[in-house]
């Protein structure tokens, strides 16, 4: 039987996923394509934080091009939530998962994943995206900035290994993708809400220059987060990170 996601690479040991994706986008290719590495030396999260892989977790990242201009591409980090969010749910049950703003997987109400997209324009106009995503299967992070979970604590059993995991979240992300590619970002936003952490609930949005608070009312069309203020207004948070009490 054909496989059902792009082909994956894995690697004992690399600096990090999505820098051998840039690498290999800078050289020309064009994937689609999976990385992914055992171990990452030096991997990163959002914001250029760093961001500590552990033993059996999982790091990947999908090297992809596209014709959509950069601000729909950046789309697919809710892509690629929901098929954490389906990772999850496939181990654990759909009871401990959920998905906060703008795409953290928790377990729990706690964080189990990390996703970075970044991109970078091809010598054709098309752009190139590197998709990267960490879960927590075995171990969490020593120095994360809230608590975090890992499938293993949720499990009676081993996690599963790396590859099986990337082997059910590739498939996941096609299917996702493949909604996004027919019937747009709705499509997404209703997945997304439908496993939505802390709607209707306080909240804390910690952007560049200010930090906000509000009830998050839920996502708008373009994926920013709807939050309303003490005062009535509507605040629309496009980036940043969002808190709420447990998470």
């Known amino acids: 039987m054909a496989s059902v996601h792009p082909p994956i690479a894995f690697y004992d040991e690399l600096d990090s996923t999505n820098a051998e994706a840039r690498r ?14 055992l171990n990452q030396t030096s991997g990163r999260g959002r914001r250029g934080r760093p961001w500590e892989t552990g033993s059996g977790n999982l790091a990947a990242t999908l090297l992809m091009v596209t014709d959509r201009p950069a601000a729909e591409a950046a789309q697919l980090s809710f892509v690629t939530a929901l098929a954490a969010a389906d990772l999850a749910e ?9 998905v906060k703003w703008p795409n953290d997987l928790l377990i729990g109400g706690r964080k189990a994943a990390g996703i970075l997209v970044e991109s970078g324009a091809r010598p054709d106009g098309r752009i190139w995206l590197a998709v990267g995503i960490g879960v927590n299967l075995a171990a969490a992070p020593v120095a994360a900035e809230r608590p975090s979970a890992t499938f293993a604590e949720h499990m009676a059993g081993a996690p599963p290994s790396p590859q099986e995991a990337l082997g059910v ?18 499509a997404i936003a209703q997945g997304w809400t439908l ?18 608070e509000g009830i998050a009312e839920g996502m708008e069309a373009d994926g920013a987060l709807r939050l309303r203020l003490a005062d009535g207004q509507v605040r629309r948070i496009t980036a940043g990170d969002v808190f709420f009490g447990d998470a």
């Open 24 to 37: 290999r986008a800078e050289a020309g290719e064009a994937g689609p394509q999976w990385i992914a590495a």
């Open 90 to 98: 496939r181990f654990l049950g759909a009871d401990l998962v959920s």
């Open 169 to 186: 979240l590739a498939t996941a992300f096609e299917t996702w993708r493949s909604l996004w590619a027919g019937r747009g970002f709705a």
């Open 195 to 212: 496993r939505a952490h802390g709607l209707g609930q306080p909240c804390v949005a910690r952007l560049p220059q200010e930090t906000v």
